[in-house]
C-alpha cells in the first residue's frame, strides 16, 4: 500500500475486550465472505484467540483519522497484516501494514506456524 492506512478495531466487547491487544502487536485481517449482513466485514484475528473485534464499518464508529473497513475493504487481499498502534479503555487504533513492512516483523512467524482462516 503506498498510503498509510489507520483502522479502528470495534466489537471489543464481543469478545475479550482491549486485553489481548498490545501496542506494536501484530494482527491478522481477514476478508468475511458470504456474511449476510455486512459485504464489508473485516475480522481481527490473533493466532491463538482467533477473532478477537472486527474492522469499524460505518463513520459513526471510526474516530478522526482512521479509515473504515469499506474503504480499504478492496485495497487489501483477502487478509493483511496490522501493527496496534494505541490502545485505549474503549477503542483499539492500529496501522495496516505493506507486504515489504510485514517481511520486516518477526511477529509474523506466528502466522505462517498457525494460520487461522475462520
Known amino acids: ?6 483502522i479502528m478495531i470495534c ?6 475486550g ?17 456474511n449476510g449482513g455486512d459485504p464489508f466485514e473485516i475480522r481481527v484475528t490473533l493466532p491463538l484467540l482467533g477473532t478477537i ?16 473497513a469499506k474503504y480499504i475493504y478492496k ?7 496490522a501493527q496496534i498502534v494505541f490502545v485505549t ?16 516483523t518477526p511477529y509474523v512467524k506466528a502466522y505462517q506456524k498457525r494460520d487461522i482462516a475462520g
Open 89 to 104: 479503555e474503549g477503542a483499539v487504533i492500529a496501522k495496516v501494514l505493506s507486504p515489504k513492512e510485514v517481511k520486516r
Open 18 to 34: 482491549t486485553s489481548p491487544f498490545q501496542v506494536e502487536e501484530i494482527v491478522k485481517l481477514s476478508k468475511t465472505f458470504g
Open 53 to 68: 473485534g472486527k474492522v469499524a464499518t460505518g463513520k459513526e464508529k471510526t474516530v478522526k483519522g482512521t479509515t473504515d
Open 75 to 81: 485495497k487489501i487481499g483477502n487478509f493483511a497484516y
Open 11 to 16: 466489537n471489543l466487547g464481543k469478545y475479550y
Open 1 to 6: 500500500m503506498k498510503n498509510d492506512y489507520y
